[in-house]
Protein backbone atom coordinates (compact mmCIF):
# COMPACT_ATOMS: atom_id res chain seq x y z
CA UNK A 1 0.00 0.00 0.00
CA UNK A 2 1.10 3.15 -0.31
CA UNK A 3 0.14 6.70 -0.14
CA UNK A 4 0.49 9.30 -3.37
CA UNK A 5 0.84 13.13 -2.44
CA UNK A 6 -0.78 14.19 -5.59
CA UNK A 7 -0.73 17.94 -4.73
CA UNK A 8 1.91 19.77 -2.26
CA UNK A 9 0.43 23.79 -2.66
CA UNK A 10 -1.42 25.99 -0.66
CA UNK A 11 -4.91 27.13 -1.66
CA UNK A 12 -3.40 29.41 -4.95
CA UNK A 13 -1.09 26.57 -5.90
CA UNK A 14 2.14 27.50 -7.62
CA UNK A 15 2.80 28.74 -9.70
CA UNK A 16 0.57 31.83 -8.62
CA UNK A 17 -1.25 33.44 -10.86
CA UNK A 18 0.12 36.24 -12.28
CA UNK A 19 3.04 36.00 -10.52
CA UNK A 20 6.87 36.15 -11.56
CA UNK A 21 9.31 35.01 -8.57
CA UNK A 22 11.67 32.70 -8.70
CA UNK A 23 9.71 30.25 -7.46
CA UNK A 24 6.88 30.67 -10.11
CA UNK A 25 9.11 30.74 -12.90
CA UNK A 26 11.03 27.81 -12.03
CA UNK A 27 12.05 25.02 -14.23
CA UNK A 28 12.11 22.72 -11.49
CA UNK A 29 9.20 20.37 -11.46
CA UNK A 30 9.22 19.94 -7.43
CA UNK A 31 8.37 23.65 -7.74
CA UNK A 32 5.12 23.12 -9.41
CA UNK A 33 2.39 22.57 -6.94
CA UNK A 34 -1.03 21.67 -6.83
CA UNK A 35 -3.55 21.84 -4.25
CA UNK A 36 -2.42 19.80 -1.12
CA UNK A 37 -4.43 16.08 -1.23
CA UNK A 38 -3.34 12.25 -1.30
CA UNK A 39 -4.59 9.73 -2.66
CA UNK A 40 -3.86 6.28 -0.80
CA UNK A 41 -3.70 3.18 -2.95
CA UNK A 42 -3.96 -0.99 -2.19
CA UNK A 43 -4.49 -3.52 -4.41
CA UNK A 44 -7.93 -3.58 -3.06
CA UNK A 45 -8.95 0.08 -2.95
CA UNK A 46 -8.33 3.29 -4.32
CA UNK A 47 -9.46 6.37 -1.13
CA UNK A 48 -8.67 9.85 -1.82
CA UNK A 49 -7.92 12.57 0.90
CA UNK A 50 -9.59 15.70 -0.33
CA UNK A 51 -11.08 16.75 -3.66
CA UNK A 52 -9.42 19.88 -3.77
CA UNK A 53 -9.50 22.30 -7.33
CA UNK A 54 -7.07 20.05 -8.78
CA UNK A 55 -8.57 16.49 -8.23
CA UNK A 56 -9.10 15.85 -12.23
CA UNK A 57 -5.70 16.45 -13.15
CA UNK A 58 -4.04 14.86 -9.80
CA UNK A 59 -6.71 11.43 -11.00
CA UNK A 60 -5.29 11.40 -14.27
CA UNK A 61 -1.82 11.65 -12.96
CA UNK A 62 -2.20 8.81 -10.20
CA UNK A 63 -3.52 6.73 -13.56
CA UNK A 64 -6.47 5.71 -10.91
CA UNK A 65 -8.80 4.13 -12.50
CA UNK A 66 -11.67 3.22 -9.66
CA UNK A 67 -12.45 5.49 -6.75
CA UNK A 68 -13.74 3.78 -3.35
CA UNK A 69 -14.10 6.37 -0.84
CA UNK A 70 -13.30 10.33 -0.19
CA UNK A 71 -11.97 11.54 3.11
CA UNK A 72 -12.06 15.28 3.84
CA UNK A 73 -9.79 16.99 6.24
CA UNK A 74 -12.11 19.86 6.24
CA UNK A 75 -14.63 22.42 4.40
CA UNK A 76 -12.08 25.06 2.60
CA UNK A 77 -12.24 24.91 -1.06
CA UNK A 78 -9.10 23.59 -1.76
CA UNK A 79 -9.90 20.86 -0.43
CA UNK A 80 -13.46 19.82 -1.42
CA UNK A 81 -14.24 22.13 -4.68
CA UNK A 82 -13.50 19.36 -6.84
CA UNK A 83 -16.24 17.10 -5.88
CA UNK A 84 -18.14 16.89 -9.22
CA UNK A 85 -15.58 14.94 -10.60
CA UNK A 86 -15.99 11.79 -8.73
CA UNK A 87 -18.90 11.51 -11.81
CA UNK A 88 -16.46 9.49 -13.85
CA UNK A 89 -16.31 6.61 -11.14
CA UNK A 90 -19.64 6.86 -10.39
CA UNK A 91 -20.34 6.15 -13.90
CA UNK A 92 -17.83 3.74 -14.63
CA UNK A 93 -18.35 1.75 -11.01
CA UNK A 94 -22.18 2.15 -11.38
CA UNK A 95 -22.06 2.98 -7.42
CA UNK A 96 -22.26 5.70 -5.38
CA UNK A 97 -19.17 7.38 -3.49
CA UNK A 98 -18.80 6.99 -0.13
CA UNK A 99 -17.34 10.67 1.31
CA UNK A 100 -16.16 10.86 4.95
CA UNK A 101 -15.73 13.64 6.69
CA UNK A 102 -16.76 15.89 10.51
CA UNK A 103 -20.57 16.25 10.64
CA UNK A 104 -19.85 20.26 10.20
CA UNK A 105 -18.27 19.11 7.15
CA UNK A 106 -20.83 17.10 5.78
CA UNK A 107 -23.90 20.00 6.43
CA UNK A 108 -21.23 22.24 4.59
CA UNK A 109 -21.28 19.70 1.82
CA UNK A 110 -24.91 19.18 1.64
CA UNK A 111 -25.15 23.19 1.11
CA UNK A 112 -22.30 23.96 -1.20
CA UNK A 113 -23.40 20.96 -3.77
CA UNK A 114 -27.11 21.13 -3.07
CA UNK A 115 -27.23 19.79 -6.68
CA UNK A 116 -26.06 16.75 -5.52
CA UNK A 117 -28.57 16.35 -2.57
CA UNK A 118 -31.37 17.41 -4.42
CA UNK A 119 -34.48 15.12 -3.79
CA UNK A 120 -34.69 14.82 -7.78
CA UNK A 121 -31.16 15.51 -8.98
CA UNK A 122 -30.22 16.32 -12.36
CA UNK A 123 -29.01 13.54 -14.39
CA UNK A 124 -25.73 13.02 -14.21
CA UNK A 125 -24.89 14.55 -11.04
CA UNK A 126 -22.35 12.94 -8.80
CA UNK A 127 -24.15 10.34 -6.18
CA UNK A 128 -22.44 10.69 -2.83
CA UNK A 129 -23.10 8.63 0.46
CA UNK A 130 -22.21 11.15 3.27
CA UNK A 131 -20.74 9.52 7.02
CA UNK A 132 -20.30 11.11 9.77
CA UNK A 133 -16.13 10.46 11.32
CA UNK A 134 -15.74 10.78 14.84
CA UNK A 135 -12.16 11.99 15.91
CA UNK A 136 -9.81 9.23 17.28
CA UNK A 137 -12.43 6.37 16.17
CA UNK A 138 -11.06 4.37 13.37
CA UNK A 139 -12.53 3.52 10.34
CA UNK A 140 -12.37 0.76 7.85
CA UNK A 141 -12.47 0.26 3.93
CA UNK A 142 -11.82 -2.98 2.00
CA UNK A 143 -8.89 -3.87 5.25
CA UNK A 144 -7.88 -0.28 5.21
CA UNK A 145 -8.08 1.18 8.64
CA UNK A 146 -7.76 4.83 9.01
CA UNK A 147 -7.90 6.72 12.36
CA UNK A 148 -9.20 10.33 12.20
CA UNK A 149 -7.42 13.19 14.53
CA UNK A 150 -7.98 16.58 15.20
CA UNK A 151 -5.78 19.41 14.63
CA UNK A 152 -6.04 23.02 15.16
CA UNK A 153 -6.10 25.46 11.95
CA UNK A 154 -6.67 29.02 13.84
CA UNK A 155 -10.52 28.80 15.04
CA UNK A 156 -11.14 25.66 13.34
CA UNK A 157 -11.03 21.73 13.93
CA UNK A 158 -9.34 19.98 11.23
CA UNK A 159 -8.63 16.46 10.62
CA UNK A 160 -5.40 14.63 10.10
CA UNK A 161 -5.95 10.94 9.12
CA UNK A 162 -3.49 7.97 10.22
CA UNK A 163 -2.56 5.12 8.40
CA UNK A 164 -0.61 2.42 9.40
CA UNK A 165 3.02 3.84 10.58
CA UNK A 166 2.10 7.29 8.36
CA UNK A 167 0.37 10.29 9.56
CA UNK A 168 -0.68 12.83 7.22
CA UNK A 169 -1.46 16.42 8.39
CA UNK A 170 -2.78 19.16 5.44
CA UNK A 171 -3.52 21.99 7.58
CA UNK A 172 -2.36 22.82 11.30
CA UNK A 173 -1.24 25.70 13.61
CA UNK A 174 -1.80 23.74 16.80
CA UNK A 175 -1.45 19.67 18.55
CA UNK A 176 -3.32 18.77 21.43
CA UNK A 177 -1.99 16.33 23.99
CA UNK A 178 -4.54 13.32 22.71
CA UNK A 179 -3.50 14.23 19.25
CA UNK A 180 0.87 14.29 19.99
CA UNK A 181 -0.65 10.42 21.79
CA UNK A 182 -2.20 9.34 18.34
CA UNK A 183 0.66 10.08 16.25
CA UNK A 184 3.36 8.50 18.83
CA UNK A 185 5.13 5.94 17.14
CA UNK A 186 4.52 7.24 13.50
CA UNK A 187 7.10 5.74 10.99
CA UNK A 188 6.71 8.74 8.34
CA UNK A 189 5.08 12.25 9.05
CA UNK A 190 3.36 14.70 6.47
CA UNK A 191 2.96 18.18 7.76
CA UNK A 192 1.68 21.41 6.72
CA UNK A 193 4.77 24.51 6.31
CA UNK A 194 3.48 26.81 5.28
CA UNK A 195 6.33 29.64 4.65
CA UNK A 196 9.07 31.16 7.16
CA UNK A 197 6.53 33.72 8.57
CA UNK A 198 4.15 33.27 11.31
CA UNK A 199 0.77 32.72 10.27
CA UNK A 200 -2.56 32.59 12.30
CA UNK A 201 -3.37 28.99 11.20
CA UNK A 202 -0.52 27.16 9.54
CA UNK A 203 2.84 26.08 10.76
CA UNK A 204 5.88 27.88 9.68
CA UNK A 205 8.67 25.87 8.82
CA UNK A 206 10.29 26.69 12.41
CA UNK A 207 6.98 25.44 13.89
CA UNK A 208 7.00 22.30 11.77
CA UNK A 209 10.29 21.46 12.08
CA UNK A 210 9.86 21.66 16.32
CA UNK A 211 6.59 19.83 16.10
CA UNK A 212 8.57 16.81 13.62
CA UNK A 213 11.19 16.90 16.02
CA UNK A 214 8.54 16.58 19.23
CA UNK A 215 6.57 13.32 17.68
CA UNK A 216 9.75 12.05 16.39
CA UNK A 217 9.09 10.10 12.94
CA UNK A 218 12.21 8.52 10.77
CA UNK A 219 11.19 11.23 8.46
CA UNK A 220 9.03 14.29 7.54
CA UNK A 221 7.38 15.33 4.82
CA UNK A 222 6.39 18.71 4.21
CA UNK A 223 3.62 20.08 2.38
CA UNK A 224 0.54 22.28 1.83
CA UNK A 225 3.43 25.31 1.05
CA UNK A 226 3.13 28.63 -0.81
CA UNK A 227 5.42 29.70 -3.19
CA UNK A 228 7.17 31.72 0.07
CA UNK A 229 8.39 29.25 1.10
CA UNK A 230 11.31 29.76 -1.48
CA UNK A 231 13.03 27.24 -4.38
CA UNK A 232 12.61 23.51 -3.51
CA UNK A 233 16.22 23.20 -4.18
CA UNK A 234 17.72 25.84 -1.69
CA UNK A 235 15.29 25.26 1.04
CA UNK A 236 15.97 21.38 1.12
CA UNK A 237 19.81 21.97 1.67
CA UNK A 238 18.68 24.00 5.03
CA UNK A 239 16.95 21.23 6.95
CA UNK A 240 17.98 18.45 9.25
CA UNK A 241 18.55 15.01 7.64
CA UNK A 242 15.94 13.42 8.71
CA UNK A 243 12.90 16.41 6.88
CA UNK A 244 11.95 16.94 3.42
CA UNK A 245 10.17 18.84 1.35
CA UNK A 246 7.45 17.04 -0.16
CA UNK A 247 7.07 17.38 -3.62
CA UNK A 248 3.72 16.07 -6.01
CA UNK A 249 3.98 12.65 -6.91
CA UNK A 250 5.51 11.78 -4.27
CA UNK A 251 5.00 8.34 -2.97
CA UNK A 252 5.33 6.73 0.27
CA UNK A 253 4.98 3.19 1.75
CA UNK A 254 2.46 2.56 4.17
Same mark, same amino acid.
Given at each position: ???? #??????????????????????????? @????? /???????????????????? =??? #? =???????? =??? %???? &??????????????? @?????? *???????? %???????? @??? *?????????????????????????????? *??????? &??????????????????? /???????????????????????????? &??? @????????????????????? &??????????????? #?? =????????? #?????
Amino acid at each position: MKLV #LTGTGTSQGIPVLGCTCDVCNSKDSRD @FRLRT /AALLMSDNANIALDVGPDFR =AQM #L =AAGTSRLD =AVF %VTHE &HNDHVIGLDDVRPYN @FKQKSS *IPLFALPR %VLTEIQTR @FAY *IFAEKPYPGAPTIDLHPLEPFAPVEISGIR *ILPFLVH &HGSLDVLGFRIGDVSYITD /ANALSSETYKALKGSRVLVLNALHHRSH &HSH @FNLEQAIETSERIGPRITYLT &HMSHSMGLHAAVERT #LP =ANIRLAYDG #LEIEV
